[in-house]
């Protein structure tokens, strides 16, 4: 078994992140922790699960702990996805569950193994408090089955499935990213078999529609041009060489988009 934690949280640099990077080596110190990102927006379960789902694959063998929390310290369950190739970490709100199923999700655990987790538990700090030390415990030898029992009621989240329209199709904003591109939930399978580089479509977002080129890369287009292309995680993508597209549009999570082809003069 290896020994890399992965981090994600939407705590910022600073003191928490540091103080589960302590709890972690205390119990692993033989641990590799990666941060993956931090800087998820606040209560963002989507913006984290979209992280988690992106780069997680790209691992070796990990202990990936995931903290984009808003119901800490209620009735929500701390659980465990076990994975090909990777244990998830962190809360039951459906966070994990799109990395996991593109893993290859084999079960879920209900972390309820007080032993596990540090002796005092706060009810607003579980990412230190639980799901650190979980993490850090089953890279060092601790059974999966120790840490509680299966459960099959956990909240799925996954970033909804797009629908077919005449010429193109109707689906949803994931996220954007810190360039300001916009993430659709389209995948390069429907992407794909519907156009080709260089065609012009019709997107229609948050009251724009605007015709732009779906091209293979930002470069294609003159600065400053909307775009659509195929995002590094598989996903079309609405962007804006070197500026913010989501600024732009005004768009949120979850807001409808549709891409339809233009006709051919």
């Known amino acids: 078994m290896g020994n890399i934690i992965t981090l994600t949280t939407d705590f910022g640099p600073g003191d928490y992140v ?4 302590g709890v972690i080596l205390s119990i692993a110190p033989e641990a590799t ?3 993956i990102d931090h800087h998820v927006r606040p ?33 929500r369950r701390g659980i465990v996805a076990v994975c090909e190739g ?21 079960e879920v655990r209900a972390i309820t193994n007080r032993e596990l987790g540090l002796p005092h538990r706060s009810d607003t700090f579980h990412g230190r408090d639980l799901f650190a030390p979980v993490a850090a415990h089953l ?5 999966v089955k120790d840490v509680g029992p299966v459960v099959r009621d956990f909240l799925d989240l996954d970033f909804g499935t797009p629908s077919r329209r005449k010429g193109g199709w109707e689906g949803r904003v994931i996220t954007f990213d810190r360039f300001g591109n916009v993430i659709t939930n389209i995948p390069r399978a429907q992407v794909e078999t519907t156009w080709s580089f260089g065609d012009r479509v019709l997107v229609s977002v ?6 732009v080129h ?26 804006r060489r070197e500026a ?3 600024a732009q549009l005004g768009v949120s999570p979850g807001n409808p988009v549709s891409v339809l082809s233009v006709s051919k003069p």
Do not use: C, W
């Open 214 to 239: 779906f091209v293979r890369t930002y470069g294609e287009v003159e600065r400053g041009e909307f775009l659509a292309t195929i995002s590094s995680s598989g996903f079309l993508e609405i962007a």
């Open 33 to 35: 922790i990666v941060d």
């Open 43 to 75: 209560h963002d379960v989507l913006h984290g699960a979209y992280v988690l789902y992106a780069a997680v694959p790209h691992f070796p063998f990990a202990a990936h702990v995931g903290v984009v929390d808003p119901g800490v310290g209620t009735a």
């Open 206 to 211: 948050q009251g724009y529609e605007m015709t």
């Open 139 to 143: 890279l060092t030898g601790t059974k």
């Open 18 to 21: 540091g103080t589960m990077k």
């Open 86 to 106: 990777a244990f998830l970490v962190g809360p039951d709100n459906g966070l994990l569950m799109p990395a996991a199923q593109r893993l290859g999700l084999k």
């Open 244 to 246: 913010n597209a989501a």
